[in-house]
């Protein structure tokens, strides 16, 4: 199994700053090759946000690109997403969110969520 706890949201002005984190436990942490950041606002679908491999590859939704950054430790055990120039269509729940590999099955882990509101 593999917990993913998410912290950092909270309420901020359009043009502010954020930075989430997410840590990953658990005893098929240590297969994690991979961590995503989602997000979901409401009445929309999830979306990605931004990804990274364990090599330090590391891929943005469009939306993003150029203001979000996505970082790791070398095992993934804590991610995080720094979010700057924030807009007010960046208001959602954001996820943690890895596949790890176990054997020949693929499992698929999801934390409970934080919430990021941009408003003045």
């Known amino acids: 199994q593999v917990q993913l706890m998410e912290s950092g949201g909270g309420l901020v002005q359009p043009g502010g700053s954020l930075r989430l984190s997410c840590a990953a436990s658990g005893s098929f942490s240590a297969s994690i090759n991979a961590m995503g950041w989602y997000r979901q606002a409401p009445g929309k679908e999830r979306e990605l946000v931004a990804r990274?491999?364990?090599?330090?590859?590391?891929n943005y939704g469009d939306s993003v690109k150029g203001r979000f950054t996505i970082s790791g430790d070398n095992a993934l055990k804590m991610v995080y997403l720094q979010m700057n120039s924030l807009k007010p269509e960046d208001t959602a729940v954001y996820y943690c969110?890895?596949?790890?590999?176990?054997?020949?099955?693929?499992?698929?882990?999801w934390g409970q969520g934080t919430q990021v509101i941009v408003s003045s």
């Open positions: 969110n890895t596949k790890p590999w176990i054997g020949l099955k693929q499992f698929d882990y």
């Open positions: 990274i491999t364990s090599g330090g590859s590391t």
